[in-house]
């Protein structure tokens, strides 16, 4: 591994004065106060469309012809699944963004996009495997879709561990960076799994495409959620994107003076 | 409510169970995500207090010292 990381380690650091705004926009101390003038307004907004949704979908809307109540594990399967898959893409272009501007910021934000996903990648399983018992009479089938969703969530567990494989920081994130780029080819599988394989796992509910495959009175609560796991994603990712920046900064004047002054006022 | 009463919308026709174990862990886990963050920001910023605190500790130890050497 001690070639990669050397290869890793010797990036050009040529800043022009053109960029600069870019660097400040990346500034941890730019992002840490702005976030958390943020973070009330979008944790509210979270919680309110998720009640909303889920409300709506667990008691309001109608059952399904075919798989009767169970199918309203949907509004929170779909949702998960969903956000597993975009949290991987934001994850990796994170980490694209710091391997090619250095930017301090961005591989702060892919650090803390690795247990968010992980764990809803686990939610998307759980909930599948719960959903499956009644629909298919089996908790667990080794078909496409199931499976490249395992193959995702051991992606994300290997973002997370090679954080803790290196010894600096840089070097960590940079081939974080890289695994998490090399696995963005697994989410176009998850995706199409369920179309180039026979699976037992149903074709896509929604697509971008076309018109949705359920009635509206099941369609608008799906919507819902998954408006409010996004919303909800925005809440967790600035959450621990900010204690990353406290993790590393926490020597810094800026940081000092945040805290002198929470301790003052 | 699509349902007739509260014991039928926890029942749902006896696929209650997995359904609200799917919502219980689902909650569960989204909660964590949020609480956790919480709970190590202000052990995070606990630590930095305390950092700030030693240091002035330190000047004001120094500042002694060195009054005391001047007035011998």
Same mark, same amino acid.
């Given at each position: 591994?001690?070639?990669?990381?050397?290869?890793?380690?010797?990036?050009?650091?040529?800043?022009?004065? #053109?960029?600069? !705004?870019?660097?400040? &926009?990346?500034?941890?101390?730019?992002?840490?106060?702005?976030?958390?003038?943020?973070?009330?307004?979008?944790?509210?907004?979270?919680?309110?469309?998720?009640?909303? %949704?889920?409300?709506?979908?667990?008691? /309001?809307?109608?059952?399904? $012809?075919?798989?009767?109540?169970?199918?309203?594990?949907? +509004?929170?399967?779909?949702?998960?699944? /969903?956000?597993?898959?975009?949290?991987?893409?934001?994850?990796?272009?994170? %980490?694209?963004?710091?391997?090619?501007?250095?930017?301090?910021?961005?591989?702060?934000?892919?650090?803390?996009?690795?247990?968010?996903?992980?764990?809803?990648?686990?939610? $998307?399983?759980?909930?599948?495997?719960?959903?499956?018992?009644?629909?298919?009479? $089996?908790? !667990?089938?080794?078909?496409?879709?199931?499976?490249?969703?395992?193959?995702?969530?051991?992606? +994300?567990?290997?973002?997370?561990?090679?954080?803790?494989? +290196? @010894?600096?920081?840089?070097?960590?994130?940079?081939? #974080?960076?890289?695994?998490?780029?090399?696995?963005?080819?697994?989410?176009?599988?998850?995706?199409?799994?369920?179309?180039?394989?026979?699976?037992? @796992?149903?074709?896509?509910?929604?697509?971008?495409?076309?018109?949705?495959?359920?009635?509206?009175?099941? /369609?608008?609560?799906?919507?819902?959620?998954?408006?409010? /796991?996004?919303?909800? +994603?925005?809440?967790?990712?600035? &959450? @621990?994107?900010?204690?990353?920046?406290?993790?590393?900064?926490?020597?810094?004047? !800026?940081?000092?003076?945040?805290?002198?002054?929470? $301790? %003052?006022? | 409510?699509? =349902?007739?009463? =509260?014991?039928?919308?926890?029942?749902?026709?006896?696929?209650?169970?997995?359904?609200?174990? *799917?919502?219980?862990?689902?909650?569960?886990?989204?909660?964590?995500?949020?609480?956790?963050?919480?709970?190590?920001?202000?052990?995070?910023?606990?630590?930095?207090?305390?950092?700030?605190?030693?240091?002035?500790?330190?000047?004001?130890?120094?500042?002694?010292? *060195?009054?005391?050497?001047?007035?011998?």
């Amino acid at each position: 591994m001690n070639w990669l990381s050397n290869k890793l380690s010797a990036g050009p650091s040529n800043e022009s004065p #053109s960029w600069q !705004w870019f660097y400040r &926009l990346g500034s941890p101390r730019w992002f840490y106060l702005r976030s958390g003038q943020w973070l009330p307004w979008l944790s509210l907004a979270a919680l309110l469309v998720l009640a909303t %949704g889920l409300v709506w979908g667990l008691a /309001f809307a109608p059952e399904d $012809a075919k798989q009767g109540n169970s199918f309203r594990i949907i +509004y929170i399967h779909v949702p998960a699944a /969903f956000l597993a898959q975009s949290g991987y893409f934001i994850m990796a272009i994170a %980490g694209a963004i710091g391997l090619i501007w250095k930017m301090k910021i961005s591989y702060m934000v892919m650090k803390a996009a690795a247990p968010i996903g992980a764990l809803l990648t686990f939610v $998307a399983l759980f909930t599948g495997a719960v959903w499956g018992k009644p629909t298919w009479g $089996a908790y !667990w089938v080794w078909d496409a879709r199931i499976t490249s969703m395992l193959i995702l969530l051991f992606l +994300y567990a290997g973002v997370m561990a090679l954080q803790y494989a +290196y @010894h600096s920081v840089d070097a960590a994130s940079k081939a #974080s960076a890289i695994l998490a780029l090399v696995g963005t080819v697994n989410i176009p599988i998850i995706n199409k799994s369920v179309d180039w394989w026979y699976t037992l @796992h149903q074709p896509a509910t929604i697509k971008l495409t076309s018109a949705p495959s359920m009635h509206m009175d099941m /369609f608008m609560p799906l919507l819902v959620m998954i408006v409010g /796991f996004y919303l909800f +994603y925005a809440v967790a990712l600035i &959450l @621990h994107t900010r204690n990353e920046i406290l993790r590393r900064e926490r020597k810094t004047s !800026w940081v000092r003076e945040l805290v002198t002054a929470k $301790a %003052g006022g | 409510m699509y =349902f007739d009463n =509260f014991a039928a919308l926890i029942n749902m026709d006896g696929h209650g169970v997995y359904v609200w174990t *799917s919502v219980a862990v689902t909650l569960a886990t989204m909660l964590w995500l949020v609480i956790a963050p919480l709970i190590s920001q202000r052990g995070l910023l606990k630590e930095v207090s305390r950092d700030i605190q030693r240091q002035q500790d330190r000047e004001l130890a120094a500042k002694k010292t *060195s009054n005391h050497e001047e007035s011998h």
